[in-house]
DNA sequence: CCCTCTTGGATAGTGCTACTCTCCAAGAGA
DNA sequence: TCTCTTGGAGAGTAGCACTATCCAAGAGGG
């Protein structure tokens, strides 16, 4: 298919086709004259992942392309791209280096790690963007006075366990290996939403079961 | 203190803090004479609450001014102020309104909650922002063609329902009652990226012990 | 062959938003 | 009195995701 046709089935309008072409985010299509380039269906997908990202994610024009490029190497390990492209997910807030909070953070996000079990993060992980948005949430909570040592945060690590569980299990059905890796990124940003919202709804429940009655 | 102390203790430029002064989301000072007003203690809570819902939850300034309009609205209940000020808070991402895929969100978000027993999300909540994330979102993830049932959004829902009962513990731990709605307020948002992050180095644990061996 | 229409490609512009710069007159303080 | 700071207001800035416009090279019908 042409560009118009891929704009019009991905109901993405062709100048922004055209944008994400040139930033890199959508391989060219097969050129078949100096004037015309032939699209297919992998094209299309990558297109709703971009959009997924982007729109959902919110994620900037260059981080997708980052994310896109591990989807895309096949030099590495299908863990490594499964890795390598979920990690470049950001989630910014970047910490404050040399703080005095910040490095408060770091112990506690190492002791909860420890305690959790979870020496992949703790080894491999320890820059990881993740890690880096962990301690830098911490040192927010910190900063404004909230608790925050491990015995308040392991309630949400145990939550994000069982997510993290399904997320995979999602991941593991599918066969192909492309496929997986974008299931991969795909959810991990998909999900967030579902998560955050339902745990809004859960609050509402739960403050209604808490200060509800006699209101 | 003046505002130049104000700017000093918060880490805000004078700039921003009037910025925030005229856009409203700072209650002016204590006029004390026509060039002077002085600010005290709750100004500087109140802005370290406006930099964790403008800079950490990515709030717009509009609805940062939303939200506090009903953390100060001592005409509600407890309950609702709670609530309400939470309620403020979305997460955009508004789905398309008389779409098929839409539609069929909401089918399933409204199973869900009956499946959960979330009475009060589903009668008074069912116009929240929150309500609305999670249609669009599931209708998102439809889109995309990846798999979003009750049975799929079941694991994450109970992950929600723990996480929210640890917040709204929390929250009941203060006394103070404009501390327990800013505390609301503010871990609603904090927490949020605790519980992104953790949830990402949990499935690069997960990926790890399913897919990490032979890499 | 001609004529119009579309295509891909490039450049510059738009709209939004959080923030910042610059200016000003009215005091504060020495 | 003289200088300096303050709060207030309007206009300007930066970054980013797009989008409008233009262009030359074909495509495609007659």
Redesign the interface.
Known sequence: MRLAELSERSGISTATVKYYLREGLLPPGRRVSATQAEYDESHLRRL??IR?LV??GRLPVATVRDVLKNVDDTSL????R??SA??A?P?D?EPAEGDAETAEAERTSQAL?TELG?G??QS??AE????R??V???S??R??G???GTE??L??????????????E???SYDDAEEQIE??V???V???????????????????R???VG?
């Open positions: 709703r992942l997924a729109q959902v390990s299908q863990h490594s499964i890795g979920v990690w997910l989630h807030s790690l979870w992949f993060s491999a992980g990881s963007p993740a890690y948005t962990l830098g949430a911490i927010a909570l900063r404004l909230y608790p925050c308040n945060l309630p949400y690590a145990r939550a994000a366990a069982q997510v993290a569980q399904s997320d995979l999602l991941v593991a299931a991969a795909a959810c991990t998909l999900y967030e939403p579902v998560l955050l919202s339902l745990r809004r709804l859960a609050e509402a429940e739960e403050s209604d808490r200060f509800g209101s």
